[in-house]
């Protein structure tokens, strides 16, 4: 009997887990910021989380991003696109650290 009302319960956090993730989808070319994982364990108060700016050169079917700099040099290696924040025009831009 427990077994059963535990399964139900899984079932109610995964609906609502499902309905609150934001999709998120990219284009080529599209400008992102990336976020600093190293935030997770410490984040910083007045720091900011969000490295500096990028441009998308290619995206695979299960979400990784491929990304370049703006002077055109690519990154090593792919990215998930969960690390990623749309770059909106009116956004101020992220000192480099």
Known sequence: MAGFHQQVQK???KAWHDIH???KLFQ???LVLL???RFMKFPGKFRTHWMRLYQITSITDGGAVQLKK???TLLPG???GSRLKQYRVD???APDI
């Open 11 to 13: 079932a109610r956090e």
């Open 21 to 23: 993730i934001k999709k």
């Open 28 to 30: 080529i070319d599209d």
């Open 35 to 37: 976020y600093d994982t």
């Open 70 to 72: 703006l002077d055109g």
């Open 78 to 80: 792919k990215v998930n």
């Open 91 to 93: 956004q101020p831009l």
